[in-house]
């Protein structure tokens, strides 16, 4: 259980590389500012009321109404709250990055209170509590909605409120202006974040079984951990053609690759104990399309989601059973109301709300939001943050020319570009941290560290063992870009 809960907790980092990544450079300290508050403000929230309202030992069919504060929690539950915190703080999380980079702190404070404390455990309680209207149990003999671990109890209802945030709050300034360039400022971060969800997922969907000790755990288990990484898989495989297919000139895609595999494996969230491998792969390949549907019609609808966590999350979950699902109803009826119950959250975030703050005004959110939350120039940070063109870059080594600055220190690949290289990026500029001389000539398409440290004309040799696969005229092998 321990080592479980230890990796739902990396599933918030990946979720903050993921989101850091995303979003332009000058805006990462504030989201990342924003992960943390999902995770400390959560768990004040969900200690204080937000357990009471899931799981309290008092409670009616639609919400729960004792052990507030833990008051007269017996200490053998207290490893189900922190279970159960994790996922209201991945509900949490979800919303911020759909709102990123247009929402004021305090605002976005309280809304973060709101729905790890009121929002995802009322949702919770019909679920999973025992007693509430939707869950499996003696009293709902005609519902029993199952939904092993959280497709649309923990996944949905974020999708939901980032859907609602997302729309109310209205797009970035100049989002959608021809021309206007929003995309990450770093895509290794968000393919680390990517990774990261990945293993995390595993955990999130064989550990919802909550024991392993029992006859059976471990089947359950190991077909639960199976099954996400077939359904990630094909619905990975599928957004990353469809994709291709849909927007035609665009390469393929890594984005829309991770976000299809995120996809996959929150569409099987619900049924992963339960359903057979081929079940798996056929929920993806249906995942993977709606992802894709999905996401273009957020972007025809200009509404902004800088991460496309409405294409992620806010999906049906296909199945979640082979055997036990006669009727189509059980399942769709509950996902309306917690449509609607996650609805109820955008009076919180409408642009003419006059009781929370939670958009920022295009003063404030043009600069940046990083100056927006801190507006003291911090000494431990080197990451090319937009300042003034006299102290540009004041505390990095790197000098970058004015055609560099504006989309980023390293600028996506062109046309032009055969064999693109960071290095050289690195090599002409007079690094402060470099003892080494390092001349690169023009004449040098790949500079390499090799070539200046052995002065043998063993490169060479080296090199010509691949040239069979690299020839212009080849065939078999389609290694040579166009120019």
Request: with cysteine; proline share 6%; glycine share 8%.
């Amino acid at each position: 259980m321990v080592g479980t809960i230890g990796d739902y907790q990396v599933m918030q980092c990946g979720f903050a590389f993921l989101e850091a990544g995303s979003v332009r450079a000058k805006n990462t300290t504030n989201i990342l500012m924003k992960n943390l508050l999902d995770v400390f403000l959560g768990a004040v929230a969900y200690w204080a009321f937000g357990y009471a309202f899931a799981f309290g030992d008092q409670s009616n069919s639609f919400i729960g109404f004792s052990n507030f504060f833990f008051i007269n929690l017996p200490d053998t539950s207290l490893s189900f709250f922190f279970f159960h915190f994790v996922f209201a703080a991945t509900a949490a999380t979800i919303v911020s990055g759909a709102m990123a980079e247009r929402t004021s702190f305090l605002g976005y404070m309280i809304y973060s209170v709101c729905i790890t404390g009121f929002v995802y455990p009322v949702v919770s309680h019909w679920a999973w509590s025992g007693t509430g209207w939707l869950g499996a149990g003696p009293g709902n003999p005609n519902v029993g909605y199952q939904d092993f671990a959280g497709s649309s109890v923990v996944h949905m209802v974020g999708g939901t409120a980032a859907l609602i945030g997302a729309s109310v709050l209205g797009p970035r300034t100049g989002r959608f202006t021809n021309g206007s360039d929003f995309r990450g400022h770093t895509v290794p971060l968000v393919a680390l974040g990517g990774f990261i969800l990945f293993f995390g997922f595993f955990s999130f969907n064989g550990g919802s079984q909550a024991s392993i000790s029992s006859p059976g755990d471990g089947v359950v288990v190991a077909n639960a951990i199976t099954n996400t990484i077939i359904c990630g898989a094909a619905a990975a495989l599928v957004s990353l053609v469809l994709g291709k297919l849909v927007y035609g000139k665009m390469k393929w895609s890594l984005l829309v690759t991770i976000n299809g595999g995120l996809t996959g494996m929150v569409a099987i969230c619900a049924g992963c104990n339960s359903l057979y491998a081929w079940g798996a792969f056929a929920t993806g390949i249906i995942a993977g399309a709606i992802f894709i549907g999905v996401s273009m019609l957020v972007e025809k609808a200009q509404i902004d989601d800088p991460l496309d966590a409405v294409a992620d999350d806010f999906t049906l979950p296909p199945v979640s059973s082979q055997d036990e699902m006669t009727s189509l109803l059980p399942y769709l009826y509950p996902l309306k109301t917690r449509f609607l119950h996650s609805s109820l959250t955008c009076v919180l975030s409408r642009r003419d709300s006059f009781t929370l703050p939670l958009p920022v005004s295009s003063q404030d959110e043009i600069p940046s939001l990083f100056h927006y939350l801190c507006p003291l120039k911090t000494r431990f940070l080197t990451l090319p943050l937009p300042v003034s063109s006299q102290d540009r870059f004041l505390h990095s080594p790197l000098p970058v020319s004015s055609q560099d600055e504006i989309p980023s220190l390293f600028p996506y690949l062109s046309s032009q570009d055969e064999i693109p290289s960071l290095f050289h990026y690195l090599c002409p500029l007079k690094t402060r941290f470099l003892t080494l001389p390092l001349p690169v000539s023009s004449q040098d398409e790949i500079p390499s560290l090799f070539h200046y440290l052995c002065p043998l004309k063993t490169r060479f040799l080296h090199s010509s063992i691949t040239c069979v696969f690299s020839r212009r005229d080849s065939f078999t092998l389609h290694l040579i870009v166009s120019s």
